[in-house]
């Protein structure tokens, strides 16, 4: 297979996957619920602590088993087929078309705010069409894609950077007052459950660190070069995310942006009037944009793997180089939402369902198969301290409110079912075929790599 994406488009491809549409929506509800700007800002500081070890981690995975694939490929060749293909799953309904479509249809409200949208554009419109240009170009060309990309990403870079630099002369001048945080009224197990929330609606925002292990195939030396560019990119980005978010939650009053959702322009309205805040929404639509082209590019690159392992049908494998049926899948899923669906509530369940099947895959670190230290080694500390902080602050925040766990329990239900039909209803030498495949992949995973001395 062509080996077309290198460091920095590694890089690029993590930055675009993770600033989308999270970061300048999730601090207004987290004010809400935090009634603090310093404690949403040490959230943000938390989650991208907690971002850096997941990306450490997922370089791990992708040193022991260097193919495309993501949660899927680790789950079913570490640990079991029916795991990696509810993960694929998770991929399939709500780590990319239920994302891809949350990001277009953020794209389109900037765009078109409420009462700009002519009466003869049925809603949706320019979601739709940001999602078919993704597909189109990634489908058509993938080198011309990832070009397009990394050019559009630098653009993004440059644009927040200004925004950043106009803010903190505002900050610094007097004619930006300062503004003085609110006390905290929560306390105890109150506040730990209300940041445990917050917690996890901000590793939505961060989840994207992982993007570059779904190109494996396509990389060189894909053992040293995705693990050195998922941590940098995760680094950046966390970065922008604290310099951005102190900006959002401390320019304008805490009750003008508590428990809203585009707190980016509310903040810009505050520090630079009408003008600042249309630029602030043009960025943050470009941000958008590359968000969705990002994920078309590496979401179908599980579903082209679930098809080469006979799980998916097979018409969706890499051919000729590109993943382009896989994309198409991708594409009309991804519409299908944007028109069938309000999205309303999304954030918790994407956050909530991402988040157990990430940590899920770390767990594979310490599975005899893929481990080549003893469980007590020191390397073993950084995986650890991304699957509990994950996995606590899931719990919590199911402890207060239960109902938030039934959409991710139906989705890893339907995803169990599903493989089940998979391997009643296959043919008989289709499914002997994939037997052998899984065998000899579980045998190459299960000899551990020589150590150096």
Known sequence: MTKRYGFWTLTFLVIANMIGAGVFTTSGFSLM?????????????????IAITGAFSYGQLIKAMPESGGEYLFLSRAAH?????????????????????????????????????????????????????????????????ALVQNSVVVLKLVLLSAILLFAAAQFSSETMPGVSAPTVDLTGWTLVS????????????????????????????????????????TGIVMVLYLLLNAVFVYAPPPEAIKGQADVATIAAEFIGGAAFASFVRWTIVTCLLTSVFSMIMTAPRVYAKMADDGLLPGFIRMRGGSP??????????????????????????????????????????????VRT?????????????????????????????????????ITFAIGAVAYVLTRIYRPKADLLATTEIEKALAEDVQEPPQSKS
Request: charged share 5%; with cysteine; proline share 5%.
């Open 33 to 49: 619920d935090l009634g603090s700007p310093g404690l949403v800002v040490l959230a943000w500081v938390a989650g991208g602590l």
């Open 324 to 369: 382009g049926r896989a994309i198409l899948l991708q594409v009309a899923l991804a519409v299908l939402l944007v028109l069938i669906s309000s999205l309303q509530g999304l954030l918790s369940y994407l956050g909530l369902t991402l988040s157990i099947s990430a940590a899920g895959s770390v767990c594979c670190l310490f599975l005899s198969g």
């Open 373 to 409: 230290k003893p469980l007590a080694h020191y390397s073993n500390l950084i995986p650890l301290v991304f699957i509990l902080c994950t996995l606590i602050a899931a719990g919590i925040m199911v402890s207060f409110n239960p109902w938030q766990l039934l959409g991710t329990a």
């Open 194 to 233: 209300a940041f445990a929330g917050s917690l996890v609606w901000i590793s939505l925002s961060y989840s994207g660190f992982n993007a570059a292990v779904y190109v494996a195939d396509e990389v060189e030396a894909a053992n040293r070069t995705i693990p050195r560019a998922m941590v940098a990119g």
């Open 81 to 145: 087929p029916l795991l990696g293909f509810i993960a694929g799953w998770v991929s399939l309904i709500a780590g990319f078309s239920g994302a891809i479509a949350f990001a277009a249809t953020a794209l389109e409200a900037y765009v078109l705010p409420e009462g700009m949208r002519p009466g003869w554009m049925p809603a949706g419109t320019l979601a739709v069409c940001s999602i078919l240009l993704a597909g189109l170009f990634h489908g058509r060309n993938p080198r011309l894609g």
